[in-house]
């Protein structure tokens, strides 16, 4: 296992426009998959969703709602496998309660 930093991505917004932490849909401890909605940000009137950028475990969160940040700032970190697998773990696609794309 090893940990992955979930960065904010370059938004193509205003660069004098603040991006503000809005909402985190998920907590430290939870298990997240790959393009799962991570975090809500806030820039003007426009929300902007960063999704994960792997499947793992959230490990820790580095940025709180309301604070302010900036494109490639770390938001958190994940704690992924080494290999690409999930260690045995269920894949999306079979994971109990996951709808099949």
Same mark, same amino acid.
């Given at each position: 296992?090893?940990?992955?930093?979930?960065?904010?991505?370059?938004?193509?917004?205003?660069?004098?426009?603040?991006?503000?932490?809005?909402?985190?849909?998920?907590?430290?401890? +939870?298990?997240?998959?790959?393009? +799962?909605?991570?975090?809500?940000?806030?820039?003007?009137?426009?929300?902007?969703?960063?999704?994960?950028?792997?499947?793992?475990?959230?490990?820790?969160?580095?940025?709180?709602?309301? +604070?302010?940040?900036?494109?490639?700032?770390?938001?958190?970190?994940?704690?992924?496998?080494?290999?690409?697998? +999930?260690?045995?773990?269920?894949?999306?696609?079979?994971?109990?309660?996951?709808?099949?794309?």
């Amino acid at each position: 296992m090893r940990l992955e930093a979930v960065v904010l991505p370059e938004l193509g917004t205003d660069p004098d426009e603040p991006i503000i932490i809005s909402h985190w849909f998920a907590s430290r401890g +939870d298990e997240v998959w790959e393009g +799962d909605r991570l975090v809500e940000v806030l820039v003007g009137p426009a929300t902007f969703d960063v999704p994960a950028p792997r499947s793992g475990r959230v490990a820790e969160i580095r940025g709180r709602e309301d +604070d302010r940040v900036w494109p490639g700032s770390v938001l958190g970190l994940l704690l992924v496998p080494d290999d690409g697998t +999930d260690g045995g773990s269920p894949t999306p696609d079979d994971a109990p309660g996951r709808p099949r794309p």
